[in-house]
């Protein structure tokens, strides 16, 4: 690989030990694919920040490379950590596990890291623009990077995101390139999926990620979807699309004419895909595994609430209580915002409780429940096969009344 003075300096060691480990580690990853140069990237967002996947290797790994001098070159922020940081003890979080989570996240606020914890880093300061190369982790920010940002991304590891933090680099590969950017499918979506209003339309955008993503995973190729049929869609109706196709069909780019900024330089592919309403529908009676009499747990905010949605909530809430376990998850950037307009204080006299910082999926609350009402195809895909709930699964506004039942 060609390297440039700056890139040969780290990698010889002379910006420290954690940059010498961190641009070693990018020089394998750019064998792997073949890039013949690194990129300078603007923006880090790394993954694998709860304790419950780091595990004790995870955690020692990060003290070393904090240790080894690793400084943040570019703006680096935390996917979710398993728990809120501030509010553990209210969630039920042991307190061995809260201290080790402590321990990660100290770890990298050593390195420079910006430690919001969130996997909507676009609504928290972390926004790249159209063709910027960024180098983030999580699978719902990479595809809405690519797709709704137009910025340029791999789908990283935690190791290799913090390498890229580290040294402000990443191989030039993947995503990065004009040519993978470019459909290979055209999808046509005939299926209702915005005559609603939008806050509940976002679940429907989410059945739609599993049905298509599914149909791509058993196409068995690497695919990126010229998405047709889909007039409007929300900030929220899009991370909801994102994260769910993420998920079930690893997709990590797509294009929607008239929404998304790529659309527009290609034309749709020859190669075609057709999702039905019953496929849509057929996605939905799949997640819904379970009766209304065994919810014992409710979440919203898979991936992070917006402020849109947290005021809707509360409006929702309308000075009800809630008579189950209530996680609402978001960041703490748009969780202060909510406490300056009220929204806070509403939402928490309902008795639902704030899980910022965290989600119902890298929480260690295995085994703990066991039915999970939810608006997200994500969280119920994760419910399922990371912590053994059954799923319900309903738009916003009724999975807000399952918490009122
Ligand atoms: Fe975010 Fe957790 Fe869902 S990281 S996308 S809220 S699984």
Redesign the pocket.
Known sequence: MNLTAEETALLEGQHGRAAQKAMQILLALGKIYGAERMLPVTSVQI?GVSYDNLGEAGLQFLSEMASGGGRARVLTTL??AGMDVDNWQALGIPADFAAKQQQVIDAFARMGVVTTC???PYLSGNLPHYGEHIAWA????VCYANAVLGARTNREGGPSALAAALTGRTPAYGYHLDEARKPTVTVEVQARLTEVDDLNASMRFGALGKALGEALQASGVQAVPYILGIETASLENL?ALC?SLA?YGGTALFHLPGITPEAALHQPPAERLVIAERDLQAAIDELNQAASAEVDFVSL????LSLQEIAQLAELLGGQRVRKEFWI?TSRPVKHIADRMGYTALIEASGAKFAVD?????APIRGRFQALATD?A??CY?ASSKNRFKTVFKPFAEVVQEALR
């Open positions: 993954a996917n979710p969130t996997c909507t999580e699978s719902s920010a991370k994260a998920t905010g898979c991936p992070h998850t965290t989600c119902c999926v890298v997200s994500k969280a994760y």
